[in-house]
């Protein structure tokens, strides 16, 4: 059984980094052609796929992200983070990491069905 478990700050200040962990247990990170991604799901709205990192290290992420993030590795405790910066409180959302397949890659709008496996997301308020 795979699972995976949001970890990071529930506040953030405007302008500040944002740093989220997922730990996986059932599945190495590094093996099989997964995708391990991170999603967020703001107010009212649907979910947004930000980006992933493969299981050879290959990165992907949304255009409009882009220049304000980073996804890395720590394959000895099996974890993967996303590190945003430049907050706003525009970036407040349910932020979640899932398991997918290179289907998922770059489908801005997207949907838990289409992952395999996804946390029980962590909300985080970008606010002073």
């Known amino acids: 059984q795979v699972s995976l478990q949001e970890s990071g700050p529930g506040l953030v200040g405007p302008s500040q980094t944002l740093t989220l962990t997922c730990t996986v247990a059932?599945?190495?990170?590094?093996?099989?052609?997964?995708?391990w991604t991170w999603l967020r799901q703001p107010p009212g709205k649907g979910l947004e796929w930000m980006g992933a990192?493969?299981?050879?290290?290959?990165?992907y992420d949304s255009p409009s992200l882009r220049s304000r993030m980073s996804i890395s590795r720590d394959t000895s405790n099996n974890q993967f983070t996303l590190q945003l910066n430049a907050t706003t409180p525009e970036d407040t959302a349910v932020y979640y990491c899932?398991?997918?397949?290179?289907?998922?890659?770059?489908?801005?709008?997207?949907?838990?069905?289409?992952?395999?496996?996804w946390g029980q997301g962590t909300q985080v308020t970008v606010s002073s």
């Open positions: 899932a398991r997918g397949g290179v289907q998922t890659i770059g489908v801005l709008q997207t949907r838990f069905g289409d992952f395999d496996y």
């Open positions: 990192m493969a299981w050879n290290g290959n990165t």
């Open positions: 059932g599945n190495s990170i590094t093996a099989g052609r997964y995708y």
